[in-house]
């Protein structure tokens, strides 16, 4: 059963750092494409920022480019959002999602406030 | 970036027919933008219900089914139940992957 677990998120003032991971389990991790999305509270989903099977494609959200860093680890079967610069409207549950299927976590709360 | 555009809101009577649509700002609608459908209900994680179009889900109900509709992905719900009110959200995937604003449906 395809698992991707998300971890990392917290309180943060802005112009903060934040990493976040997601751990993935019952799949072939390193064949597929994975994004990172998020969900403001009450607000629909907000793709983020994907990254292809071998890290060789990267692909980001335009308010976020040059913030926020996606990255994988195919030996770790991890995924990986470094988030810089950080803003009050950054401020969102983080869910790691598998491309093919639309498999989704559980998220991770991120909470940009002074 | 294209917006994709949903309708905001849907009501459907119990055991009704109802159609949902996905499009673009920049394009029509094709198998190329292999279109996702998402459902989501208060407190819960979205869930896909389709994805490429029109393949189901293990746990999607067959009364969901997927296509294209006059150059829109649409979602169709045929005997709608109950537990079937909740928000609906599209997803393309072109060069990047782009959310439609959402539908809420309303089982009444």
């Known amino acids: 059963e395809v698992q991707l677990v998300e971890s990392g998120g917290d309180l943060v003032q802005p112009g903060g750092s934040l990493r976040l991971s997601c751990e993935a389990s019952?799949?072939?991790?390193?064949?597929?494409?994975m994004s990172w999305v998020r969900q403001a509270p009450g607000k629909g989903p907000e793709w983020v920022a994907n990254?292809?099977?071998?890290?060789?494609?990267?692909h980001y959200l335009d308010s976020v480019k040059g913030r926020f860093t996606i990255s994988r680890d195919n030996v770790k079967n991890s995924l990986y959002l470094q988030m810089s610069s950080l803003r009050v409207e950054d401020t969102a549950v983080y869910y790691c999602l598998r491309d093919y299927g639309g498999w989704w976590g559980q998220g991770t709360l991120v909470t940009v406030s002074s | 970036q294209p917006v994709v555009t949903q309708e905001p809101s849907l009501t459907v009577s119990p055991g009704g027919t109802v159609t949902l649509t996905c499009g673009s700002s920049?394009?029509?609608?094709?198998?190329?933008?292999?279109p996702y459908w998402f459902q989501q209900k208060p407190g819960q994680v979205p869930r896909a219900l389709i994805f490429d179009t029109s393949n189901r889900h293990s746990w999607t109900p067959a009364r969901f089914s997927g296509s294209l509709l006059g150059g829109k992905a649409a979602l169709t719900l045929s005997g709608a139940q109950p537990e079937d009110e909740a928000d609906y959200y599209c997803l393309l995937y072109g060069g990047y992957r782009v959310f439609g604003g959402g539908t809420r449906l309303t089982v009444l």
């Open positions: 920049t394009e029509s609608v094709t198998d190329l933008l292999y």
């Open positions: 019952g799949f072939t991790f390193n064949k597929y494409w």
């Open positions: 990254i292809k099977e071998d890290g060789s494609d990267i």
